[in-house]
C-alpha cells in the first residue's frame, strides 16, 4: 500500500513539472512575442526600421490590383531601397503608379509611401538612416517604378540582400559584342569576330554561374565610376541586348525570385586569380565563378587580336561578296566608325571620287540599304598600301539614300539628306554638306528641309519649298521655308480639334566663307555644325498679337474655366495651349495678365 502511495505521489509531481514546463513555454513565447521590435518615434519623426515591420501591403494604382508580404527580406529590401536614394524638389510631376503600407508588428498602420516613375511621396516624417525626409513629395535620381512594379508581383529586381550561396544564368536573346583591349574596341582581323562571338555563344549566354559577391548600384556616378575602373583594365567584354527589358535570373536561398537588369553586361577579369570575373549588370556589380575552359577561351579571344591592320576596299568587297556573319561589325570597329544599327546592306558599289581639287581622287565604297547609305572614303599611298580617310552617311527612315556631287570654284560638296530623329509627333530632316581632304571629312553646312513637331497642346512644321544655290562671287545656298503653327486655344475660330492655325515664311541665305571653310547665316550652328531655324517670323508675331487682342476676353474666361476640367491631363494641356500662344506674342499689359494666370495654374 505504501509503495502504491509513493508511486501516485511520484506521478502526481511529475504531471505537475511537466505543466509547470508548458507553462513555462507559452509564457516564453508570449514574452518573445511581445518583445517584438515597436517602431520608434524621436521627435515625431518615426525611424524606419524593418524588424517594426511586420508585413506591406502593395497597391497597384493603374491596375486596381493588391498584393501583400510578410517576407522579412523583401520587407528589408524596400527599406533599403528607400534609405539609398537621394530626395529632391520635384522638378516636374510625377502620375502616382504604386501605394505601398507599412504595417508594425501589431499589424497597426505605421506608414504610407507612394511612388511614381521617378518620384516618393511620404505621409509623415520618417527617418531613413542617418536621412530625415519631411512629410511630401520628392524626386529621386533613379527610376523606381521598375523596382516596384517587380516588388508588386513578390520579385525583387537588382537586390541588395541576397542569401547565399547563389547563382545567375545569362539570358538567351539577341545580342551584339564589342571587345575592349587597352582602351580601345578595333578589331584588326575578321578571324577576331568569329572567336569573340564563338566564345560567347558557347560559354556566356545561356549559362549558369555561381555569384560569389554582388553589391548594388543606386546612381548614375556610382555605376560611372564602376565603368571607369573596367575601363582601366586590359581587357573586358560588353554583351548589348536588343531588348532593354532583359533580365538576369538570379537564385539565392531568398524565398522569392530575384532578378537583375541586364540590357548592357560588362565582363571583365579580376585579378589573377583563376575564374574570377566581375559582371556589371545595368544596376548590379557581380562577382562570378567560371571554370578553366571558360578562362582558357576568354584568354584566347585577346590573343588572336594580335596585329595592327586595317581593313582595305578590297577585303570589304570580299566580305559583302561572302556575307559573313557579323562582318559589318568588324568592319566598323576596324575602321572606328559607327556601328551599322540598321537593316544591312544589300548593295556595294566602288567608285573613283575627285573630291578635293588638291588631291588625287579617292576610291569610294558606297554601302547601302533602301534606308541608310554609308560612303567609306579611302585613299591609296604610293607603296599601294591604303589610308583610310572617314565615312560620310545619309538617309534614315524616310529621308532618302541619294547623294550627289557638287563643284563651285575650287570646291567640291557631298550632299545629301539625313533623319536626324523621328517618332510619335516628331520628324527631324536634314540635308548636310560636307567637304573631304586627305584629314578627312567636314560638315560645312546642314540645314532642315523639313521638321514637324506635334504635341496634345500644339505643334508646328517647317517646310523648305526651294533650296537653290548662287554661284557669284561667293557661293549661296538660298532657302525659302513656310512655317505653320498651330495652337490648343478654346475660341470661336478653332477648328473641330481646338486648333488655331497660323502662317508665315523667311528666306534664308548661307554664305561660303573661304576664310573658316564653312557656310554661314544669321544662324549660329551648335557645336555638331547643325543650324536650326526658329519656327517664327514677323507674320506669325503679328497675327498672334491680332489674336490676343481680339480674342483677349475668352482667353481670360477660358483660363478661369480650366480648373473646372475634370480630367488633369486636359487642365494641363490646356494651360499649356495658351502659354505657348502667348510665347508668341509681343510683350504687352494683356499678355502678362494671361501669362502670369496660366504660370499659377502650372505651379
Known amino acids: 500500500m505504501k509503495k502504491i502511495l509513493l508511486i501516485l505521489i511520484i506521478s502526481l509531481v511529475f504531471l505537475v513539472s511537466c505543466n509547470d514546463n508548458t507553462n513555462s513555454g507559452k509564457q ?49 529590401e524596400l527599406v533599403s531601397f ?46 531613413l538612416g542617418k536621412t530625415v525626409i519631411k512629410k511630401g513629395v520628392y524626386e529621386v535620381e533613379m527610376w523606381v517604378s521598375d523596382f516596384m512594379r517587380e516588388l508588386s508581383r513578390g520579385s525583387v529586381l537588382d537586390p541588395e540582400h541576397m542569401q547565399y550561396p547563389a547563382k545567375l544564368k545569362i539570358p538567351d536573346d539577341s545580342y551584339s559584342l564589342e571587345r575592349y583591349y587597352k582602351g580601345s574596341n578595333k578589331i584588326d582581323s575578321y578571324d577576331t569576330e568569329v572567336q569573340l562571338y564563338r566564345f560567347i555563344g558557347s560559354h556566356f549566354i545561356n549559362k ?27 581587357r573586358y567584354i ?36 583563376p575564374g574570377i570575373y566581375k559582371l556589371i549588370a545595368d544596376n548590379m556589380i557581380l562577382i562570378i565563378k567560371a571554370d578553366t575552359d571558360f578562362d582558357n577561351s576568354f584568354n584566347a579571344v585577346f590573343k588572336v587580336n594580335s596585329a595592327e591592320k586595317e581593313v582595305t576596299p578590297d577585303e570589304i568587297e570580299k566580305l559583302f561578296n561572302e556575307n559573313k556573319p557579323n562582318y559589318l561589325e568588324y568592319i566598323t570597329r576596324n575602321l572606328g566608325i559607327d556601328d551599322w544599327t540598321t537593316r544591312l546592306p544589300d548593295k556595294l558599289e566602288r567608285k573613283q571620287m575627285k573630291l578635293d581639287s588638291n588631291s588625287s581622287p579617292y576610291t569610294v565604297l558606297s554601302l547601302s540599304s533602301p534606308f541608310n547609305v554609308r560612303l567609306l572614303i579611302f585613299k591609296q599611298n604610293r607603296d599601294t598600301s591604303w589610308k583610310f580617310i572617314d565615312c560620310i552617311g545619309f538617309g534614315g527612315h524616310v529621308a532618302g539614300i541619294d547623294y550627289s556631287l557638287k563643284k563651285y570654284g575650287d570646291n567640291t560638296f557631298i550632299v545629301g539628306n539625313e533623319c536626324r530623329g523621328y517618332g510619335t509627333g516628331t520628324g527631324l530632316y536634314y540635308q548636310t554638306w560636307y567637304t573631304v581632304t586627305d584629314k578627312g571629312k567636314k560638315k560645312v553646312l546642314s540645314l532642315p528641309y523639313d521638321e514637324y513637331s506635334e504635341a496634345p497642346f500644339g505643334g508646328f512644321t517647317t517646310k523648305a519649298d ?43 541665305i548661307f554664305e561660303w566663307d573661304e ?8 544662324y549660329t550652328p551648335d557645336e555638331n555644325g547643325v543650324t536650326s531655324i526658329p519656327c517664327w517670323s514677323d507674320a506669325i508675331n503679328k497675327k498672334c498679337d491680332y489674336l490676343l487682342k481680339k480674342h483677349y476676353n475668352r ?47 502650372l505651379q
Open 28 to 76: 516564453q513565447n508570449t514574452s518573445a512575442s511581445s518583445e517584438k521590435q515597436q517602431p520608434q518615434y524621436k521627435d515625431g519623426i518615426l525611424k524606419l526600421d524593418p524588424e517594426a515591420v511586420s508585413r506591406m501591403l502593395i497597391k497597384n494604382i493603374y491596375e486596381k490590383s493588391e498584393s501583400e508580404y510578410t517576407n522579412p527580406t523583401m520587407i528589408s
Open 82 to 127: 528607400l534609405k539609398k536614394q537621394s530626395y529632391s524638389k520635384p522638378r516636374e510631376k510625377w502620375d502616382e503608379s504604386y501605394r505601398v503600407e507599412l504595417f508594425d508588428n501589431s499589424r497597426k498602420p505605421v506608414l504610407e509611401i507612394t511612388f511614381g516613375a521617378r518620384a516618393v511621396t511620404f505621409n509623415k516624417d520618417v527617418s
Open 208 to 234: 549558369g554561374f555561381e555569384i560569389v559577391e554582388s553589391h548594388k548600384l543606386y546612381t548614375d556616378k556610382e555605376k560611372e565610376a564602376e565603368l571607369l575602373k573596367i575601363r582601366g583594365e586590359s
Open 238 to 273: 560588353t554583351v548589348n541586348y536588343s531588348n532593354s527589358e532583359t533580365y538576369l535570373e538570379l537564385n539565392s536561398m531568398n524565398q522569392y525570385r530575384e532578378i537583375a537588369k541586364g540590357y548592357c553586361l560588362v565582363l571583365s577579369k579580376v585579378g589573377k586569380q
Open 466 to 508: 526651294d533650296i537653290s544655290v548662287k554661284n557669284s562671287y561667293k557661293t549661296k545656298v538660298a532657302v525659302s521655308y513656310q512655317f505653320t503653327k498651330w495652337y490648343v486655344l478654346d475660341i470661336d475660330i478653332a477648328d473641330e480639334n481646338g486648333r488655331v492655325e497660323v502662317t508665315g515664311a523667311e528666306n534664308v
Open 515 to 522: 576664310g573658316k571653310k564653312l557656310f554661314t547665316s544669321r
Open 555 to 601: 482667353l481670360l474666361e477660358s483660363i478661369k474655366n480650366i480648373p473646372l476640367e475634370k480630367n488633369e491631363f486636359t487642365r494641363e494641356f490646356k494651360a499649356y495651349g495658351i502659354r505657348e500662344f502667348l510665347k508668341d506674342c509681343s510683350d504687352c499689359d494683356k499678355k502678362a495678365e494671361l501669362q502670369k494666370a496660366v504660370d499659377d495654374l
